[in-house]
């Protein structure tokens, strides 16, 4: 079974700010995938960025990148230049490939809310 | 076709009663995904289907959940007898399977039972 682990249950930063969300797993699996999520108050949870544990290379997408050690099961991501639109509750979870014939459900951490000042 | 969705977005039903939701996924994608989500926390897998076929169902639905996908389109999701604990936000989210791990998440229903 696998298990996402998100300590830090809030966070709040600066408007422009850069943050770092901690993020870490066990899985014995050896193909898999990492997502954040991002689910804003009251709105639909939206894919932020996506990491394939065979990649070596940290996956960024705009102001928001990952640093992925696969070794120490450990994904995180770090936001840029804070926006108050990143205000949300960010979700790290995990996948096996779906080319391993596994139940490719997502396994979820608890979330860290995170609140950006002006 | 612009995402998931799921209908309604809210439901109010007094203990007891039954009550059915619907979730449309993207048109292309083969899988499709039911979670439960409580306030405060992440998401919780409950049951999952591979075009028609439901291939896994967790130990949080019991006897009184029941999810279908007929013809291997839209999906419904069903509660009898509702109890309060089962008042929560009912997520559907889609993926294209071997084509893409991501899964793509509809709004959300949430239920609220009296």
């Known amino acids: 079974a696998q298990t996402v682990t998100q300590s830090q249950p809030e966070m709040s930063v600066q408007e422009a700010e850069t943050v770092t969300l901690s993020c870490t797993y066990d899985?014995?699996?050896?193909?898999?995938?990492l997502f954040w999520y991002k689910q804003p108050p009251s709105r639909q949870m939206i894919l932020v960025i996506r990491?394939?544990?065979?990649?070596?290379q940290n996956a960024t997408e705009n102001r928001f990148s990952v640093n992925f050690q696969k070794a120490a099961k450990s994904f995180s991501l770090k936001i840029s230049d804070s926006q108050l639109g990143d205000t949300a509750m960010y979700f790290c979870?995990?996948?096996?490939?779906?080319?391993?014939?596994?139940?490719?459900?997502?396994?979820f951490g608890k979330g860290i809310t995170l609140s950006v000042r002006p | 076709d612009t995402g998931v969705s799921q209908d309604p977005r809210h439901k109010i039903t007094k203990r007891g009663q039954n009550v059915t939701f619907r979730c449309d996924p993207i048109?292309?994608?083969?899988?499709l995904y039911w979670y439960r989500q409580t306030l405060g926390q992440g998401p919780e897998f409950l049951t999952y289907?591979?075009?028609?076929?439901?291939?896994?169902k967790s130990r949080l639905l019991s006897d009184r959940f029941s999810a279908e996908r007929p013809k291997g389109s839209f999906s419904t999701l069903e509660i009898q007898r509702t109890e309060q604990g089962d008042s929560a936000m009912y997520l559907c989210?889609?993926?294209?399977?071997?084509?893409?791990?991501?899964?793509?998440f509809g709004p959300g229903t949430r239920l609220t039972v009296l």
């Open positions: 989210a889609s993926s294209a399977g071997l084509q893409g791990a991501e899964q793509f």
């Open positions: 899985t014995s699996e050896n193909n898999y995938y």
């Open positions: 990491q394939e544990a065979y990649k070596q």
């Open positions: 979870a995990f996948t096996p490939s779906p080319y391993t014939g596994a139940n490719s459900k997502l396994t």
């Open positions: 048109s292309e994608h083969n899988r």
């Open positions: 289907f591979q075009n028609e076929a439901q291939l896994e």
